[in-house]
């Protein structure tokens, strides 16, 4: 089976400084990992994707996600935060069921980012 | 948002009625899931359809019944919902030929059940 865990329920910010999300795995397989974000109201959309290729994922909008096997961790980071960052963080891990995709997402960790 | 579409995006309902969601993905995926939202709680699988062929439901109560006529089209039919039943309602869709798939999701509908 699989878990992810959000270290955070909520990280504030201010405009232009570091933003860092953290998220811990467990698998017993070689999962692949996301992060996705929901703005309010909204749907929920791939910021970035770890399928084993390389363990520096660059995503969407500036972010990118370091994938550390020995930690097992997968945390989110952006150098600047920009106002339009503030929505909820999901970190999510692959499941192993066939021919589909499963998903086991974390329980969110909200970005608030102040001016 | 334009690859997955879902309709109506807001629905408010009594216990009694009789209402159905609309998703639609534009991808060419093959499978299609619904997730229910609530407040303060994980992101939770109701169904599965996978080519057409529903491969989970996740102990879902039975007012909630869907239908995937076919791998572009899924509906989430309602009936005699209770309040704990509103929610945002997201519909998903991925490839549908491996494990380790991203999945693409819907706006989502928003339902309140009064």
């Known amino acids: 089976a699989q878990s992810v865990t959000q270290l955070d329920s909520h990280v504030s910010v201010s405009e232009g400084t570091p933003v860092l999300l953290r998220c811990n795995y467990s698998?017993?397989?070689?999962?692949?990992l996301f992060w996705y974000v929901q703005h309010p109201n909204k749907g929920l959309q791939l910021l970035l994707k770890y399928t084993s290729a390389a363990t520096l994922v660059k995503g969407i909008n500036g972010f990118e996600a370091e994938f550390k096997k020995s930690e097992t961790s997968f945390h989110l980071t952006k150098p600047s935060a920009h106002m339009s960052d503030a929505a909820e963080y999901f970190c999510?891990?692959?499941?192993?069921?066939?021919?589909?995709?499963?998903?086991?997402f974390g329980k969110g960790t909200m970005l608030l980012v102040s001016p | 948002e334009t690859g997955v579409t879902q309709t109506p995006r807001h629905l408010v309902m009594g216990m009694t009625n009789k209402k159905s969601l609309k998703c639609e993905q534009h991808l060419g995926h093959n499978a299609m899931y619904w997730y229910k939202q609530s407040a303060k709680k994980p992101l939770e699988l109701m169904f599965v359809?996978?080519?057409?062929?529903?491969?989970e439901n996740n102990s879902v109560p039975s007012r909630f019944s869907p239908e995937c006529p076919n791998s572009s089209h899924l509906f989430l039919h309602l009936h005699t919902l209770q309040p704990e039943d509103s929610a945002l309602y997201l519909c998903a869709s991925s490839p549908g030929t491996g494990n380790r798939d991203e999945q693409y999701f819907g706006p989502g509908t928003r339902l309140t059940v009064t």
């Open positions: 359809y996978n080519f057409k062929e529903q491969t």
């Open positions: 698998s017993s397989y070689s999962p692949s």
């Open positions: 999510v891990v692959s499941g192993s069921g066939s021919g589909y995709s499963t998903l086991t």
